[in-house]
Nanobody, 118 residues
Framework: QVQVVESGGDLVQPGGSLRLSCAAS????????MAWYRQAPGKQRELVAT???????NYADTVKGRFAISRGNAKNTVYLQMNSLKPDDTAVYYC????????????WGQGTQVTVSS
């Protein structure tokens, strides 16, 4: 099983920026994308950003224009650059790989906490 480790979360003021990192322990066949998800207290986990192996990216409407997903130089690494952060972005952020059906395929990590507050 492939495991992931997320890092980079912090407490930041509204309007600030953070860059999250995700490192996977390996890869498996059938992966078509890497993605970032988030889960706010009392809410379901939601898909935030997707980077397909083709290079195409997709973003949730709530983060479009503010967040950017990218692949790192190190193998099996992906980043999430978050700008113009808002209190509504407060959540635990997770990364995972997706298959062609959109299902997550790696073991979920602990996530990294992002708190946006003044």
């Amino acid at each position: 099983q492939v495991q992931v480790v997320e890092s980079g979360g912090d407490l930041v003021q509204p309007g600030g920026s953070l860059r999250l990192s995700c490192a996977a322990s390996g890869t498996i066949s059938g992966i078509v994308a890497m993605a970032w998800y988030r889960q706010a207290p009392g809410k379901q986990r939601e898909l935030v950003a997707t980077l397909f192996t083709t290079g195409t990216t997709n973003y949730a409407d709530t983060v479009k224009g503010r967040f950017a997903i990218s692949r790192g130089n190190a193998k099996n690494t992906v980043y999430l650059q978050m700008n113009s952060l808002k209190p509504d972005d407060t959540a635990v952020y997770y990364c995972n790989a997706r298959d062609a059906r959109g299902s997550p395929r790696y073991v979920w990590g602990q996530g990294t906490q992002v708190t946006v507050s003044s």
